[in-house]
């Protein structure tokens, strides 16, 4: 279950669209909710009761999924509305959607950055419709509907409707075309028409007296005659939302589908354009394509559509999961797309000063949500990377002071005073962040200010037991102590010394990965409890399923051993991916999983907060990133394809290992680069072999009791 949908979207835009069932994970899906094992099924079948917008990407138990904005064509009456029909020929491509309902219309969406466009063709009949239901919202299961508070919609006549729905305290606005000559309009209240009335006004709406409502548009069609449907969409107001409606589909009156989706298309081209690989088998570079993709949905980021300040400039929603994007989503964007990443921490910064808080996770709602178990003071890193990259833009002045206030926040108090918290990946969080801030202070040239937070920085070590080398004993988030013990904090040269160097070290991690142990078997349909808690308690590489393990595999480095991260990376990315359903191993988590994956294959892995890559074996035999300063080339010698079944998928491929490298021509001995040689630009050739070698094991990445390691311990 990536939690994936097929529908249409934008690179980082703000609307999509997809078929709507209802059912988990986005609205798409026909699953029950569930956080462990194969989900429950609700239908045997895909179906969907119309086409909704704004869906989540790739996230699990989150509290909502948008899915407003319900638009399903008919030619049933009206009281069949909320029905779903089968859906069959389904069609997805970058920007587009398509598929039949089984009552013989042909759907089609694509969508803008700020709009979506529907086309629908229509057997013939002597009254088709197209209903808009302004109430929908959420999903179709216990507690996963979202109610408007409240709700304005009003018939404009010559095919023209606008109304707002306020959802979670934002207000959403439509402004909607419908390019229908000769048919009729009206509103509608509980599946019944309203003749003659021209507006509807809800100025406070509960569960118990939530009916639906919205508009229609309704007239008789020839067999293959199409109905197109323009929306456009502003978390300001019905006039902003008609003038993005104008910017992205012209004149009322123009067909505006081909127009979008060209334009969308074009987008993703040049978006997933900026990495490109060869070698590799077909099936590698299917799924390399589909994680960039993925990568690129979210966050939404939208010009000058806050709801929460009135001013110009950007605002970044669906900042879902930050615990999983810092460290490889917001990285690949800084690299790739680095002008929306600084509209991005622009947001956040704004965010920041609004609400009082770096928000851990962010969705299109009043208030930031908290997910106070997750983690703790995550923008902090990557605000640290944007300004050792002198990223342009930001008010460092500013910031640094938002960044040192979310500090003394939620957890931040107790570790201020006492330089622990439970639970205590909080105080491993908080540490790194004092860290990645005491850089910012620095460079600023606030010294004491710095010499302040990198003494509290230290504090990452009153989280570990000495006894064990392990974290100390706590309550755990998805996880436990062992998947969380090995992150890449800022003093990993210290924390192996604590482990008891290098070789224990490398053993706890083999222990981890389950070196010589026995395959574990996998939780089935609605798991017991008993065997879930024995699965957890044998503190094993739970897979990339598990966002605390994501940079585990390249902890090896720093104890001289690149060579087991190649191996372990090499059986991830064979046999935790594929190209058909269930090709992912578990949440995308907003692209953070598939950014996972486009760095493990360039062979490469952003350290967040510390300016720096690790190196290891690419999975193509060359790639190219396009970087602020050109292009950054990763090119092999000695790179062996995999063997290819019949079906196109790897057979059981041995690991390659780094023996030498270069960068730009001069050796490199050492198994990282900076982030600056990234984004300036550049080449990297790697000589891969069969067997390990010495590279990488005397010259470790750089920590903060040993910045620069020379020697083996």
């Not at 969406?109 to 057997?123: M, Q």
Request: proline share 7%; net charge negative.
């Amino acid at each position: 279950m990536g939690n994936t949908h097929p529908g249409a979207t934008s690179p980082l835009g703000m609307v999509s669209a997809c078929a709507y069932s209802g059912a988990y994970p986005t609205g798409y899906g026909r699953y029950a909710k569930n956080t462990e094992g194969v989900p429950e099924e609700m239908f045997d079948r895909l179906q969907a009761s119309g086409f909704t917008h704004f869906q989540q990407s790739g996230t699990g138990a989150i509290r909502k999924y948008y899915n407003y904005v319900r638009v399903t064509p008919m030619v049933q009456p009206l009281d069949d509305l909320g029905q779903s029909w089968p859906l069959e020929d389904e069609r997805a491509e970058a920007g587009y959607y398509a598929a039949n309902l089984d009552t013989g219309v042909r759907c089609e969406i694509t969508v803008g950055e700020k709009v979506a466009v529907h086309r629908y063709t229509f057997p013939d009949h002597h009254s088709a419709r197209v209903v808009v239901d302004l109430s929908c919202g959420g999903l179709g299961i216990d507690l996963g509907r979202t109610i408007p508070l409240r709700a304005q919609a009003e018939s404009m006549g010559h095919g023209r409707a606008q109304g707002t729905v306020v959802m979670e305290g934002i207000p959403l606005s439509v402004f909607i075309e419908v390019e229908s000559p000769g048919w009729r309009q009206m509103l509608w209240y509980d599946r019944r028409l309203i003749p003659g009335g021209t507006r509807l006004d809800f100025d406070s709406i509960r569960h118990t007296t939530l009916r639906p409502f919205g508009m229609l548009f309704m007239g008789p069609t020839r067999a293959g005659q199409t109905i197109e449907v323009r929306m456009g969409f502003s978390l300001r107001g019905c006039d902003q939302a008609r003038a993005n409606l104008e910017r992205e589909c012209g004149a009322a009156g123009d067909s505006a589908f081909e127009t979008v989706k060209a334009r969308t298309r074009a987008s993703w081209r040049n978006h997933l354009g900026r990495i490109q690989v060869d070698g590799g088998t077909p099936a590698r570079r299917t799924v390399m394509a589909t994680a960039l993709y993925h990568s690129l949905i979210k966050p939404c980021i939208a010009d000058d559509e806050s709801p929460n300040w009135p001013d110009p400039g950007p605002y970044a929603f669906d900042v879902c999961t930050m615990w999983d994007i810092y460290k490889t989503q917001m990285p690949l964007l800084s690299a790739i797309a680095p002008d929306r990443y600084g509209d991005m921490l622009e947001s956040l910064i704004r965010v920041c000063e609004e609400e009082g808080n770096f928000p851990i996770g962010y969705r299109m709602a009043r208030g930031a949500d908290r997910f106070f178990r997750q983690a703790s003071a995550l923008a902090h890193t990557a605000l640290a990377d944007a300004h050792a990259l002198k990223r342009p833009g930001i008010d460092w002045t500013w910031a640094l002071v938002h960044m040192v206030d979310d500090l003394r926040r939620l957890y931040g108090e107790d570790f201020w005073e006492h330089g622990v918290v439970h639970p205590i990946t909080h105080t491993l969080d908080l540490a790194y962040a004092h860290h990645c801030t005491a850089k910012v202070a620095r460079a600023l040239n606030d010294h004491r200010l710095a010499a302040d937070l990198e003494r509290r920085s230290q504090g990452w070590i009153n989280a570990f037991d000495p006894a064990t080398g392990l974290l100390k004993d706590s309550e755990f988030y998805e996880g436990g102590k062992w998947n969380y013990s090995f992150r890449l904090i800022h003093d990993m040269a210290g924390r192996i010394e604590l482990a008891g160097g290098d070789r224990a070290f490398a053993r706890m991690l083999d222990r981890f990965f389950g070196y010589g142990c026995e395959p574990v078997k996998q939780p089935g349909r609605g798991p017991d409890p008993i065997e879930m808690a024995a699965g957890y308690a044998l503190n094993r590489f739970e897979g990339l399923n598990n966002e605390p393990d994501m940079e585990v595999p390249w902890a090896y480095h720093y104890a001289g051993r690149p060579d087991r991260t190649a191996e372990i990376l090499n059986s991830a990315l064979t046999w935790q991916f594929g190209t058909g359903p269930g090709g992912l191993p578990g949440n995308d988590d907003s692209g953070g999983l598939s950014a996972w994956y486009v760095w493990a294959s360039l062979g490469l892995f952003p350290v967040a907060g510390q300016n720096m890559f690790l190196v290891n074996t690419p999975a193509f035999e060359r790639a190219t990133m396009q970087v602020e300063g050109g292009e950054f080339v990763i090119e092999t010698s000695g790179f062996r394809e995999s063997p290819i079944g019949v079906d196109g998928i790897d057979r059981d491929p041995a690991p390659q290992y780094v023996q030498s490298a270069t960068l730009n021509g001069r050796p490199l001995h050492a198994t990282h680069l900076t982030a600056a040689d990234v984004h300036h630009g550049g080449r990297l050739h790697l000589r891969l072999g069969p067997e390990p070698s010495d590279w990488g094991h005397g010259n470790r990445p750089p920590s903060l009791s040993d910045p620069h390691p020379k020697e083996q311990r």
